[in-house]
Each structure stands twice: as C-alpha cells, then as structure tokens.
Nanobody, 122 residues
Framework: QVQLVESGGGLVQAGGSLRLSCAAS????????MNWFRQAPGKEREFVAA????????NYAASVKGRFTISRDNAKNTLYLQMNSLKPEDTAIYYC???????????????WGQGTQVTVSS
C-alpha cells in the first residue's frame, strides 16, 4: 500500500514558479515509476510528467517540456515537480500517481494523491 500526499500548490502570477511535492508512505516508493497528472476545470485529466524508479529516465508532455522538471528523492520517499515560466493554462489540480512497479513507462497507476491546486493569474 502507498499513500500519496501532494503539497506546494497555490496562486502565482504568470511567469512565476512553484515546486510541488508528493510525499509517499510505504516501502515500495523507490521501486515504482512515478507520474504527475493535472486536471483543469471542465477538462479531462492529462499526463504531465513521469520519472523512472531510479530517476534516470524522465518524460514530459509537450505542453510543459522545457518549463517543468520532475525529480525524486528515494531516501525521502518524495516526488517533486518544479514548475517555471508558469502560464494561465497551467491552472489545474495536480495529482501524483504511482505505477505498480518499475515498468517504464507505466501503463497503469495503482495509487493517487488527493491533488493540490495550482492557479496561475495573467
């Protein structure tokens, strides 16, 4: 079992930065592919970024590539998303999700956090 708790969301002006964190409980965090998703009002949830269990491989949605950076600290059981050059269209609830194992890329997600709101004003 893995419990995921996101934090770090908030209100920021366009062009600003935020760093999201996802704290994981359990012993298996370090063996799982981890992901960030987001869901804007009235839209479907969409993939944002993924990172392999070791952190050696990452993948990004085209809309955030070059602006967002996913990372992880397995010693701290924590996943991060550094978001720079934020745009109003980045406004959404951001969720972290755990894949079932180290498979890359993950095709399914066993556990989800409750989400953290990010609002970017123009």
């Amino acid at each position: 079992q893995v419990q995921l708790v996101e934090s770090g969301g908030g209100l920021v002006q366009a062009g600003g930065s935020l760093r999201l964190s996802c704290a994981a409980s359990g012993r298996t965090f370090r063996t799982r592919t981890m992901n960030w998703f987001r869901q804007a009002p009235g839209k479907e949830r969409e993939f944002v970024a993924a990172i392999s269990w070791s952190g050696s491989s990452t993948n990004y949605a085209a809309s955030v590539k070059g602006r967002f950076t996913i990372s992880r600290d397995n010693a701290k059981n924590t996943l991060y998303l550094q978001m720079n050059s934020l745009k109003p269209e980045d406004t959404a609830i951001y969720y972290c999700a755990a894949g079932p194992d180290a498979s890359w890329p993950a095709r399914e997600y066993d556990f989800w956090g409750q989400g953290t709101q990010v609002t970017v004003s123009s």
